[in-house]
């Protein structure tokens, strides 16, 4: 297309107006039962820098991909105490949680309900939780806070913070219940299915 202006003069290019659109996420595989890396404690973080800012961006990125409601670092592969939760969905920007070294202070009442684990998939079982737990954490930036969860956010912090020890919900099911899935997952890696 042909320039209106007849001026000899250089045209300056035009500039791109800034996008706020987000930089392309890293979706990482979801480690699956069975690798080592879910089962050992992970370590404490003591570096907060902006790679551990990407780190987290892409483990949002990973859970809402994977249709999960929160990720542990170890569920990546990375065996360091960092998590994220979000219990919308990704439809509230404001419900992005991060947890940097997370632990419970605090745990009131009991609630049974179902659960499941993106590194399990497929599998859910019955795990009592606390109705409400309160977290003290720290943020990217290396800063203390506390936060409190009720109901599902309270089971997400307990299922989260389980996975940086090397736990899995599988632990707090009944020895039948956890044997049976044991037992079905070990037929479905024989058969090339895990
Ligand atoms: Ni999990």
Known sequence: ???????????????????????????????????PVLEKPAATIKKFDAELEELAEDMFASM??????????????????????????GKNPEAKIVLVNPEIIHAEGEVREEEGCLSIPGFRGYVIRPQF???????????????????LLARAFCHEIDHLAGILFLQHLSMLKRDLIKRKIKKMRKEGEW
């Open 64 to 89: 809402y991909a994977a249709q999960g409601v929160g990720l542990a670092a170890p569920q990546i592969g990375k065996s360091i105490r960092l998590a994220v939760v979000d219990v919308s969905n």
């Open 1 to 35: 297309m042909a320039n209106k202006s007849t001026s000899s003069e250089p045209t300056t290019a035009v500039k791109a107006p800034e996008t706020a659109e987000a930089p392309p996420r890293k979706i990482y595989p979801i480690v699956k039962y069975g690798d």
């Open 133 to 151: 737990v309160t977290v003290k954490a720290q943020n990217l930036k290396g800063e203390p806070f506390e936060i409190r969860g009720e109901n």
